[in-house]
């Protein structure tokens, strides 16, 4: 690999002194192994300050090289990787010494979570660098020469005290990832339309007031998060951002729900607490992959029938509004989540909305009303099919003799009690539900400690409770059910869950692990972005501590992901 050229005047061996100086805080074996790796961990280590051969690590020679010429194959010092990636997070560093440039190969700089009040003028230097994270100090502003950085590509600054962003920020052009939460932000610079190759971009916990229209530009962009801000409005030109899926404007200060004629792809809209007076065909006919809508804590009075058009959403929220009745046609919806509570409703009885009753008693009073009023012939039948068990068959000849619970091709949605009641004390030792219709495995408190592989047929599974049971780790065979989007293992004795596995689970939204043996949370869960609903109290670890946990899910997420080695 290609090496710095030593400064002129100075002495290539003067490092021995710095290494010398720096073996306290900076184990030799440590900086041994970072010239054959190129990678160099020195976070949560109590330095004040970067020590000087890590800065240098490209440019002395080793002082091994001084007292022993005889290096083998492996330890030849001059063909060693110069370092791409540095992580100094979790430190008292208050400043950065110019000799950052003496890295110019870094790829990848990780400095969260220190005291930093600002970067130097040196950083670029670092035209490699294409990840930087720099959250949780207390930079007050960016230097303009971060600017020159054109191969960054994640940009990580939340957790600090900005209140404006370099003009040129545009120049990066490549930047994919770039996370501004919780500054001091109170302007978005309209330049901003020229990084056409964000994906995510975290405005969330500013003090903006607006959006520029000009944003609605950045092409490519999937997930807009603006969470807790002061916005009134949102530009109009936002509905016409094709790329979009996941959009955040929680917590603002807006009247009126924007429409988004042109936002085909929006899987998620999250804009519960705000100031939202009306709910509109107009705001909902374009929805047409909308998976997650969020309307709580807002001032609506009324539902449209048009709520029937978003066929593909799973998750609504429209607790604490000001809603008196509800559309039957909502009872149409193939909702796996409905909540309505805080609301002054006259025309369902209380113990139907309650949370103990669930989604489906809702959903089904709600297609019971089509059925009266003749509005849904067809309706009628599907409620028999739902919740006549009378119909089905028990073979208790099976389940005595056999030890087998069969209940297959019936075409069912739902398992009736009768089934599960003429087990009795009978051991069974295997079950057949196949050839029906089940979203979900009804729930029960058993003895389960593992599940059968054969699950992974159960292509239409989207609903699992194993709470109140005997498993000490999630089930394998759950990784691999991809369609699952709510796992409620609660109350068993887990330890461990698989984060890697779990990101590959596109669709789950729900994951429910209180009460259970978790001795440590894996941060790489961080990285399952989908899920909505993460719970975890109960178990016995340590971080993330309750104050974490009692900010909800997103905040969970984030701590975690701000904790990945990188």
Known sequence: MSRLPSVTGRDPRAGFRAERECAASVPQGLLKAARKSGQLNLSGRNLSEVPQCVWRINVDIPEGANQNLSFNATERWWEQTDL?????????????????????????????????????????????????????NKLKMLPEEITNLKNMKALYLQHNELTCIPEGFSQLSNL??????????????ASFSS????????????????LPAEISRMKRLKHLDCNSNLLETVPSELAGMESLELLYLRRNKLRFLPQFPSCRLLKELHVGENQIEKLGAEHLKHLNSILVLDLRDNKLKS?????????????????NNDISSLPCSLGNLHLKFLALEGNPLRTIRREIIAVSKGTQEVLKYLRSKIKDDGLNQSDSVTETAMTLPSASRVNVHAITTLKI???????????????????????????????NHLCEIPKRNNFLNSLPEEMESLSR??????????????????????????????????????????????NLTTLDLQNNDLLQIPPELGNCVNLRTLLLDGNPFRVPRA????????????????????
């Open 84 to 136: 791409t990636k540095l992580i100094i997070s979790n430190n008292k560093l208050q400043s950065l010494a110019d000799d950052l440039r003496l890295l110019p190969a870094l790829t990848v700089l990780d400095i969260h979570d220190n005291q930093l009040t600002s970067l130097p003028s040196a950083i670029r230097e670092l035209e490699n660098l294409q990840r930087l994270n720099v959250s949780h």
């Open 547 to 566: 104050a974490i946990l009692m900010k909800g899910t997103a905040a969970i997420l984030e701590y975690l992901r701000d904790r990945i080695p990188t």
């Open 461 to 506: 599974l989207q609903t699992i409770n194993l709470s109140f049971n005997r498993f000490k780790i999630l089930p394998e065979v759950l990784y691999r059910i991809s369609t699952l989007e709510a796992i409620l293992i609660s109350n068993n004795q887990v330890g461990s869950v698989d984060p890697q596995k779990m990101k590959m689970m596109e």
């Open 176 to 189: 994919e990832d770039l996370d501004l939460s919780n500054n001091r932000l109170t302007t978005v610079p």
């Open 303 to 319: 539902v449209p029938d048009e709520i029937s058009l978003l066929q593909s959403l799973e998750r609504l929220d429209l607790s």
């Open 195 to 210: 990084l056409s190759s964000v994906l995510r971009l975290n405005l969330s916990s500013n003090l903006l007031k607006s």
């Open 405 to 435: 619970l069969d209940h297959s091709d019936k075409q069912t949605t739902l398992i009736p009690d009768e089934v599960f009641d003429a087990v009795k004390s009978n051991i069974i030792t295997s079950v057949n539900f196949s050839k």
